[in-house]
């Protein structure tokens, strides 16, 4: 599976972006696909995931949970991450990553995920 991952910009705080994430070479069907998240000089940061590409099941971070919304288009093969009400502290480089066979409770662990995106950077100006 290759994850090609687009939508990052410059924004206000407060401000909205949505992120994308398509997958080519097979489909997300199964899969289970999360956004992460690096700030500069910091770990890798678990934001959201669908678990295995249920809409009904999805997890999010406590530092995104009501200010982002992750989403899939079965169609298009693609997962989005919506967010709103930005803060400077949501800068950071924001990968997307998926995998099929995943646990719940591995959902926010970066090694379970064999598939990434290359990044696309997210920059939130006060």
């Known amino acids: 599976v290759q994850l090609q991952a687009c939508g990052g910009g410059l924004v206000q705080a407060g401000g909205s972006l949505r992120l994308s994430c398509t997958a080519s070479?097979?489909?997300?069907?199964?899969?289970?696909v999360a956004w992460f998240r690096q700030a500069p000089g910091k770990e890798r940061e678990f934001a959201a995931a669908?678990?295995?590409?249920?809409?009904?099941?999805?997890v999010y971070a406590d530092s995104v949970k009501g200010r982002f919304t992750i989403s899939k288009d079965n169609i298009k093969n693609t997962v989005y991450l919506q967010m709103n009400s930005l803060k400077p502290d949501d800068t950071a480089v924001y990968y997307c990553?998926?995998?099929?066979?995943?646990?719940?409770?591995?959902?926010?662990?970066?090694?379970?995920?064999?598939?990434w995106g290359q990044g696309t950077l997210v920059t939130v100006s006060s």
């Open positions: 990553a998926a995998g099929s066979r995943l646990i719940y409770s591995s959902l926010g662990i970066p090694s379970s995920y064999p598939y």
């Open positions: 070479g097979r489909t997300f069907s199964g899969h289970s």
């Open positions: 669908i678990f295995r590409w249920n809409p009904s099941n999805t």
